[in-house]
């Protein structure tokens, strides 16, 4: 225990000391605040120039309604508006051009108009068919939008919206309904998301609290896909550490010493303490924000707790096959080859974690949140969705991950042992194999 203690120890203070655990360590925060940051700046750079429409009015009757709503988009919806008044546009113009014209056929109007936005003279141009008040079924009453630039949804999504509205008023103006007394007896009831009621031991009855939707998607996803980077992020390490030591033949040195198992559950031990001193510095942030905030409620305690556990049993799963993997190996090609299975594993939980999400009790959530090298992550997120999956499944995830866990520890020392002083020999699943079966 010794040398694996001292080992452990060394590869812990030689990754703390690094210059890439610091900028590991930043780089998770840098991430996520800039990415907001490149978004604020992105909005800014946003381009407003008019786009210029022209609208191919069959009807006769839409293109000045259509005009005036434009207008009062382009004086109040587009900038941004301030305590002193109006402040720096944020959006685009819709400039709306009439087309008039006598002819019935579409074709030639549709050609001419497709040249003009060929030409940049338009963005874009839109033709309402005579037929577009009728409330017959089948009768026609499309909405053709052209552009050559589809991606830009903005102004069709616009148009959509504001011309299916002025049909409606003028279909119940046709029918002499009053466009209030509808728009009053549609109004929409207030819906209202709850948890569920409760009773203390008291007997005090404790109202069901309003379901805040951003803590209930966030919390879940943030906390599987925090568990899923600092993973990740620790476990190839050993990988690289490990065929280094080998290509420079660091490890002969080293067996002289100590036991390859000896050696392979320090560097193991190691990369634990480095991810978990990442978790308490992240973790220890988070809670503090949050509570300085009052939003610690968000987060329940129990939840930082369950987080270390299952990063543990995932470091020691992940570690130790990823460790083995270079040991086995002789060139970076081969531990690249071998990794693309262990990777593929680790996809599992990315792959259906939205499905989980909206059914976490679902039959598909149990099986694969009990199915180990899955667990630690699909587990975490069941955990984090109230009110969680029942104790006897945590329990049993548990069990199941750590009887995995020591039997990847266990294959992984017996690869360890033979591979670390093997030259020459390229790595396979093949051998792999009968380095584990061999005694």
């Known amino acids: 225990m010794n040398k694996i203690r001292q080992i452990a120890w060394t590869e812990y203070l030689n990754a703390v000391r690094s210059k890439a655990f610091l900028i590991g360590l930043i780089m998770l925060p840098v991430l996520l605040f800039g990415s907001v940051l490149i978004q604020k700046f992105a909005e800014s750079k946003v381009d407003i120039s008019d786009r210029r429409l022209v609208v191919v009015d069959h009807t006769g009757i839409l293109f000045s309604a259509l005009a005036a709503k434009a207008q009062s988009r382009n004086e109040q919806e587009i900038f941004e508006w301030t305590k002193t ?44 068919g005579k037929s577009a008040f009728s409330t017959e079924p089948g009768t026609g009453t499309e909405i053709l939008y052209s552009t050559q630039t589809p991606t830009f949804t903005e102004l069709p999504d616009w148009l959509e919206r504001t011309l299916n509205a002025e049909i409606q008023q003028h279909r119940f103006g046709q029918a002499k309904i009053d466009p209030a007394l509808v728009r009053k007896l549609t109004r929409d009831a207030i819906f209202r998301r709850l948890g569920l009621a409760n009773v203390t031991q008291t007997g005090e009855v404790v109202k069901a609290k309003e379901e805040n939707k951003l803590a209930t998607f966030a919390v879940p996803a943030g906390a599987m896909f925090l568990l899923y980077t600092l993973v990740m992020g620790s476990a190839p390490a050993l990988l690289n550490t490990v065929l280094e030591e080998k290509m420079q033949k660091i490890s002969e040195v080293l067996i002289a010493s100590v036991s390859p198992f000896q050696l392979m559950m320090g560097k193991l ?27 610690g409620n968000f987060v329940p305690p129990s939840l930082y707790v369950w987080f270390f556990v299952f990063q543990l049993l995932g470091l020691l799963i992940y570690g130790s096959i990823l460790s083995a993997i270079g040991a086995a190996c002789t060139e970076i090609k081969d531990a690249q080859n071998m990794m693309l299975p262990v990777m593929l594993l680790t996809f599992i939980p990315l792959f259906t974690w939205l499905p989980i999400m909206q059914s976490p009790t679902s039959s598909f959530s149990r099986i694969l949140s009990l199915i180990p090298p899955a667990t630690p992550l699909l587990m975490l997120l069941r955990i984090a969705i109230p009110p969680g999956p029942p104790w006897w499944e945590i329990a049993l995830g548990i069990l199941l991950t750590t009887a995995f866990m020591f039997l990847c520890v266990w294959a992984s020392a017996k690869i360890f042992r033979m591979g670390i002083l093997s030259q020459g020999q390229s790595a396979s699943m093949g051998n792999l194999v009968k380095w584990i079966l061999s005694r």
């Open 269 to 295: 031990v190691g990369a634990i303490m480095t991810s978990m001193t990442l978790s308490l510095l992240y973790l220890g942030a988070l809670f503090f924000f949050l509570w300085r905030n009052g939003l």
């Open 85 to 128: 008044g109006k402040g720096r546009q944020l959006r685009p113009k819709f400039v709306l051009e009439p087309f008039r014209s006598t002819s019935t056929n579409g074709g030639p109007i549709d050609l001419g108009l497709s040249e003009r936005v060929r030409k940049k003279e338009l963005f874009a141009f839109v033709v309402i």
